[in-house]
């Protein structure tokens, strides 16, 4: 465990790890973001449930290890490229975040203490237990404050940038749960997926990216609910992690 991750079960060579980068809502206390505090339960600062989920998912044997992000999508957004300007978003759905303001030094002392070190640690598990497959897990907001006319109705989403060999397979193991699920819904993982281009299609390992939607996982019963669903999909997709 670092300020920048902390690590579930113990990761082995062609299990399934699970890398889920917004997990937390934590701020340092030497970092001021300039926001009301109330939004650090919102989902611009975390994705709701997915800690718990993943705990359950590890807890059940469905995943061998998860990577769990220790600080808040705010401080550090570590689903962005180093280089991306939203790696530390100066504005999130509508919400300024005047804290991010930062100059060229400030921006380099919060990448090296945070997203460098979770990203480093995700390239020496998988160095010294390359896994059959990697679930990336997040999850979305019911509705967006900017755009509160654009429904999302999904009950999940499947995102895949260029290897989809198990998005097919986890579409239909989802659907088979009875749940609506988008097919790079709410958003593309074509256009929005730096974690697992770099670890996951960068070493040729099959993966998918699963978006819960946050309603659904907000309270015990939704996410023990949901962790049963992934563990049944999970067990589909080693089936056939290689095709």
């Known amino acids: 465990m670092s300020e920048a991750w902390r690590q579930l079960g113990t990761p082995r060579t062609g299990g399934i790890l699970l ?23 919102d989902h611009i600062a975390i994705d709701i449930g997915v800690a718990e989920v993943a705990a359950l998912l590890v807890e059940n044997g469905a995943v061998d290890a998860a990577i769990l992000g220790r600080v808040s999508r705010l401080v550090v957004d570590c689903n962005r490229d180093e280089e991306a300007p939203g790696v530390m978003p100066i504005a999130s759905d509508g919400h300024a ?37 990697i679930l990336s897990l997040h999850s979305f907001t019911p509705a967006l404050s900017a755009h509160p006319d654009q429904a999302r109705p999904w009950h999940v989403g499947v995102l895949y940038n260029e290897d989809d060999r198990l998005a097919g397979a986890a579409i239909a193991a989802l659907a088979a749960e009875g749940l609506t699920v988008g097919d790079q819904l ?12 770099r670890h996951a299609e960068g070493n040729a390992i099959p993966y998918v990216g699963i978006e819960m939607r946050q309603d659904l996982v907000s309270d015990a019963a939704g996410q023990a609910l949901f962790a049963q669903r992934l563990s049944r999909m999970c067990s589909k997709l080693a089936l056939y992690p290689g095709e």
């Open 19 to 41: 890398i889920a980068d917004h997990a937390s809502n934590h701020v340092p206390d030497d970092i001021d973001l300039g926001i009301d505090p109330a939004l650090l339960t």
């Open 186 to 197: 709410p958003y593309s993982g074509k256009l929005l997926n730096a974690t697992m281009n």
């Open 97 to 133: 975040v005047p804290g991010n303001a930062l100059d060229d030094a400030g921006r380099e002392a919060r990448l090296a203490r945070f997203f460098r070190p979770y990203h480093d640690h995700i390239v020496a598990t998988i160095a010294a237990h390359r896994p059959a497959m």
